[in-house]
């Protein structure tokens, strides 16, 4: 997406293995994540972000998913209007992730 970081799922995954700070943000919906999440990823649905965005660290690396990389980008484009945070998107989402055989687990097993 024009404007904004993008990483795709090889590129999360190395990131993740290598022992990066990354903070993995999944902005679905409940019942969306109730399907399967990324390990080691927190929940933040979308709509709460504007709420939330101050506890964000400006520090660390934010990747935002969701499941197609949309409303992930949009996440990251909204963080670079309003406080200044260049959050990274994960391009394709969740979906993307699985179809590279990447692990998705259930949310109370992570």
């Not at 999944?26 to 927190?42: K, L």
């Not at 979308?46 to 709420?51: F, G, I, Q, V």
């Not at 101050?54 to 520090?59: G, Q, T």
Request: hydrophobic share 45%; proline share 4%.
């Amino acid at each position: 997406m024009f404007g904004i970081r993008e990483v795709d799922a090889a590129g999360l995954k190395k990131m993740l293995d290598s022992g990066e700070k990354v903070r993995l943000v999944d902005v679905r919906s409940a019942s969306e994540v109730a399907q399967g999440i990324i390990e080691g990823s927190e929940f933040m649905p979308l709509h709460t972000l504007p709420l939330r965005m101050n506890d964000l660290p400006k520090d660390e690396t934010i990747v935002f998913y969701c499941r197609s990389g949309a409303r992930s980008a949009q996440a990251c484009m909204f963080l670079s209007q309003n406080i200044g945070i260049e959050a990274v998107n994960l391009r394709g989402g969740i979906i993307s992730w699985y179809q590279s055989g990447m692990k998705v687990v259930l949310p109370n097993a992570a």
